[in-house]
């Protein structure tokens, strides 16, 4: 479902895969080639979500925001199953591991890789090109090529299925 809140009408590129049973409201904009899976909600009536070119927001996630806080989501980011993204600002490339929450103000560093289940509490600043864990997210290590191969495999194959989604089924908007 896509929906207008208060005048607000989402802004959504032509190319974007929704599956037709995610739930868009308000001021929400997602670029290029991006991808919304099934029973994610992404609502924009508290403040304004921008959503990047080729990012996957994956299956059951909730995207949010606080007063005057919006929510960023860059280009090339991948966002695992059952994220909560709240008022938060997610750098290019990065990747959140599934079943994560990256709450208000945070902000998830360019080449990031936050692993599953880890919570980021409001106002941490994860450094680029590290891998963080834990609840509370803490760095555990910069990097290393294999993980940067890993995230682009990742990244590549949500644009690809997102785009056979959106033109070989009948399971988008």
């Keep these: 479902m896509i929906g207008d809140y208060k005048g607000m009408k989402p802004n959504i590129h032509d190319s974007v895969f929704i599956a037709k049973d995610a739930v868009i409201i308000g001021d929400v904009t997602i670029d290029e080639e991006s ?3 099934f029973k994610t909600v992404i609502r924009g009536d508290v403040a304004p979500t921008h959503i990047g070119k080729r990012v996957s927001i994956q299956d059951l996630s909730m995207l949010h925001q606080s007063p005057n806080n919006p929510l960023i989501v860059e280009d090339d980011v991948t966002v695992g199953h059952q994220v909560t993204l709240h008022s938060a600002v997610v750098r290019k490339n990065a990747l959140v591991g599934m079943g994560s929450q990256i709450l208000d103000g945070a902000e998830i560093g ?18 680029p090109h590290t891998l963080v864990m834990g609840r509370p997210a803490k760095v555990v290590r910069k990097l290393t090529e294999a993980d940067y ?3 682009e495999r990742v990244r590549k194959s949500y644009v690809e299925k997102g785009q056979y989604y959106k033109d070989h089924t009948d399971l988008g908007k």
Excluded at 110 to 117: C, D, K, P, R, S
């Design 35 to 37: 991808s919304i899976w």
């Design 110 to 127: 360019e080449n990031a890789f936050v692993g599953a289940g880890s919570l980021v509490p409001p106002g941490k600043k994860i450094p």
């Design 149 to 151: 191969a890993e995230m």
